[in-house]
């Protein structure tokens, strides 16, 4: 029987290089075709969490210490990396990383999964394309020279190219305008829509990203304070005060 939910994360407690818990018992779920963020401020666990999600802790001297998650109801706490990815989970990480002396074109092939046709690839780059037209008009440009904003459509569309199940995303507003913001999490929420992708999104900008998810998680110290609707965290005076103000 399928799980309702893609992911579970239950009680996981994370070790930077043996001594470091930087998170702390942490438990959040993300439902089949949700969409969740999780919020909190800088140092909280945040991208901690989606490390021990994608397995991407390793590279950086750390481990699951205590825990266990689950992706579509297989248990992954201890998988290698590229096995998740072969799953279908897809991390976006920290600062829109792209090929910079590849145009957006070269840098959504790149991304491809090996085994893709000339025809699926085709498709999926016009789909691409048609999510995000901005990237359409640069698509023979070098990347370096796209803006910010633009970038963090091509890292998004980066991840897509590999047909994810569940999207992660890190901070994808971090720097960009506010108008920017608005249009990438409005794309985001429409992909999320109708292709039915699990999407989990981690954010400081609480006030963008509860706009678009139906739940949230607050993180502080490495430990989940808060749980609930986008609707009662965006009514929450905690919430309001100290992470909606600046916007
Ligand atoms: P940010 O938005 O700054 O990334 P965050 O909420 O994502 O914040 P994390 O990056 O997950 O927070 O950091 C959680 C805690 O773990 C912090 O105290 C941080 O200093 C520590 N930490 C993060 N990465 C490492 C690492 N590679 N080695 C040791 N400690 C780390």
């Given amino acids: 029987k399928a ?12 070790l930077y290089d043996n ?7 942490v438990s959040i779920q993300v439902p089949k075709g949700g969409m969740v963020a999780l919020l909190g401020s800088n140092g909280a666990g945040k991208s901690t969490t989606l490390k021990a999600i994608s397995g991407l802790l390793k590279a950086e001297r750390g481990r699951v210490s205590r825990g266990e998650i689950s992706f579509d109801g297989s248990v992954i ?18 600062g829109r ?3 910079e002396h590849l145009t957006p074109d070269e840098n959504l092939e790149a991304a ?15 789909r691409i394309y048609e999510y995000f037209p901005r990237l359409a008009e640069r698509k023979n440009s070098q990347a370096g020279y796209l803006s910010g904003g ?18 992660m995303l890190d901070e994808p507003s971090l720097g960009l305008a506010p ?8 794309i985001i929420k429409k992909i999320n829509k109708e292709q039915r992708l699990s999407v989990l999104l981690v954010e400081q900008n609480a ?27 965006k009514a929450n005076s905690d919430i309001q005060e100290f992470y909606l103000g600046g916007g």
């Fill in 77 to 94: 706490t201890d998988l290698p990396a590229q096995q998740r990815v072969e799953m279908g989970i897809c991390h976006v990480i920290e």
């Fill in 3 to 14: 799980a309702a939910n893609i992911l579970s994360m239950n009680s996981i407690e994370v």
């Fill in 207 to 233: 006030l963008a990203a509860l706009e678009i998810v139906s739940d949230g998680y607050l993180i502080e110290n490495g430990r989940v304070v808060m749980h609930d609707t986008a609707q009662a965290l």
């Fill in 19 to 25: 001594v470091m818990l930087a998170i702390k018992g």
């Fill in 112 to 126: 491809a999964p090996m085994a893709m046709n000339r025809a699926t690839l085709k498709t999926e780059k016009q």
């Fill in 179 to 186: 108008f920017l913001v608005a249009e990438i999490f409005s």
């Fill in 97 to 99: 990383r792209v090929f």
């Fill in 150 to 167: 633009e970038q963090q459509m091509l890292a998004i569309g980066r991840a897509l190219m590999t047909q994810p199940r569940l999207l």
